[in-house]
């Protein structure tokens, strides 16, 4: 994975399940591509387990961008790992010893990620940040697709950044919800290096210019840095 950043990583959440093979062949330029675990407990929503994230890894050479919101997720990290998972993303609200989840996620061999909802401070995870691989800054509050941004956030992207920029491993910054062409630029100014998107990839008719219009989007001037 050597582009430049903004990565992109389309959420399948938004995807035509019926027809989930050739909807992630369509996004084949992506970067990541980003599956959304949910368990209808931590957020009021069902999707899919590590049988769809194994069928997945079959079929593409993306690495799989697991963002699990799920209630007690240490029970699962093996299985999700053993499916092929790249990232495992877990909830700082529903991890009560978060250094220990994030340590046995880089032991399966996976890199660590770190979700924070929009009402959590950044500070829960202070003690945390050489444990992460990846910071998730969740732009909406999770649980479905095609939510608008909601932009009292974009600060909390902008000191996240500056405090991984300060490690000697920086964990990666990525923001995850309401994430469009038109807003692209504005959250890697702020600091967002992934930039995942559902509804603005799968909603459009032409995924491979959605892909390009985010990307395009967070390449302006001044929203380059990396
Ligand atoms: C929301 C999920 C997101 C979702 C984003 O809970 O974590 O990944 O698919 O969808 P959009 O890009 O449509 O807001
Ligand atoms: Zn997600």
Redesign the pocket.
């Known amino acids: 994975m050597t582009r430049p950043f903004p990565w992109v990583a389309p ?1 399948i ?1 938004s995807a035509d399940f019926a027809r989930l093979g050739e909807e992630v062949a369509a996004v084949g330029e992506a970067d990541l591509l ?3 675990v949910m368990d209808g407990h931590f957020v009021p929503n069902l999707t899919v387990g590590p049988g769809v994230v194994g069928a997945l890894h079959r079929v593409t050479p993306l690495p799989l961008d697991v ?1 699990l ?1 799920i209630s007690e997720p240490d029970r699962y990290l093996e299985e999700f790992a053993a499916a092929g998972a790249a990232f495992l ?1 877990v909830h700082v609200e529903a991890c009560p010893h978060l250094h220990r989840t994030l340590e046995h996620i880089r032991a399966l061999g996976v890199k660590a990620g770190v ?1 924070l909802n929009p009402a959590t401070p950044l500070e829960t995870i202070r003690y945390v940040w050489e444990a992460a691989d990846l910071v ?1 800054v ?1 732009t909406v509050n ?1 649980g479905f697709g095609g939510q608008r941004l909601v932009e009292a956030v974009l600060p909390k992207i902008r000191r996240a950044r500056r405090l991984s920029g300060r490690l000697r491993q920086p964990p990666l910054i990525e923001v ?2 309401g994430v469009t062409a038109a807003n692209a630029s504005r959250l890697v100014e702020a600091g967002a290096q992934i930039l ?1 998107a ?1 509804s603005a990839v799968f909603g459009a008719a032409d995924r491979r210019a959605a892909l390009a219009a985010l990307r395009a989007g967070g390449s302006r001037p001044g929203g380059s840095r990396t």
């Open positions: 959420s959440l980003h599956v959304d963002h919101m993303t979700a998730l969740m999770p995850d919800g995942v559902g």
